[in-house]
């Protein structure tokens, strides 16, 4: 199975207080999008991807279109929103991979995984997680929670959707992948979770 990815990257990142766009924030020399685009382009079982954006990040679109990679502006009318307008105009009605732009330690290999598990869940939709305490551990920031069997779980942004599922206001069948793995455990939220994510790379990179 080979499915297309979206990339949403259209939020404010008002939370961080920045002075350039969330996605092009700096991160170990290069632009946070720039880590999640490589990591999308060498996995296998990514067919194609697009950047969603708004105008909330006409930056974004520039660099993106530097790097000739396929932009979709929505109308930034919220997170559900936009996923629902960008699957639609782009006509993916099968399964989407979706994942934000700020989870600069992804790979091709852990999305691979990701598609891998969603063919044998058997689910419209798989959500991974991360353990809230892994993240509290490491001093890194919980933004997004969500209820799974009964545990709460920080949210990676990392999902697989059924594209014609999604429109409807129908109760969606979920699977989860719930993992401490440093792929995405480093999602940056704030500065902080700047500083702590590099030096959790810089050692993995000297190991």
């Not at 170990?28 to 991807?49: H, N, R, T, Y």
């Not at 995405?184 to 990179?205: C, F, G, P, Y």
Request: charged share 25%; aromatic share 6%.
């Amino acid at each position: 199975m080979k499915i297309p990815a979206l990339v949403m990257a259209g939020g404010k990142g008002s939370r961080m207080g920045l002075p350039m766009e969330k996605p092009l924030l700096p991160f170990l020399g290069k632009p946070l999008i720039d880590w999640v685009a490589e990591a999308i382009l060498s996995a296998q079982k990514i067919s194609e991807f697009c950047v969603i954006t708004s105008a909330n990040t006409p930056q974004t679109e520039e660099h993106c279109q530097s790097k000739g990679w396929r932009i979709l502006r929505t109308e930034a009318k919220g997170y559900h929103s936009d996923l629902k307008e960008a699957v639609s105009r782009l006509g993916w009605m099968g399964p989407v991979l979706t994942m934000p732009s700020d989870v600069p330690a992804i790979t091709g290999r852990f999305l691979d995984r990701v598609v891998g598990e969603f063919e044998v869940c058997g689910m419209e939709f798989l959500a991974v997680f991360v353990p809230i305490k892994a993240r509290q551990d490491l001093g890194l920031s919980i933004s997004s929670t969500d209820e799974y069997k009964g545990v709460w779980h920080a949210v990676s942004g990392i999902n697989i959707i059924n594209g014609s599922k999604i429109q409807g206001e129908g109760k969606i069948e979920t699977a989860a992948m719930i993992t401490e793995e440093t792929e995405v455990l480093l999602n940056i939220n704030t500065k902080k979770d700047v500083e702590i994510a590099e030096n959790i790379m810089r050692r993995r990179e000297r190991c």
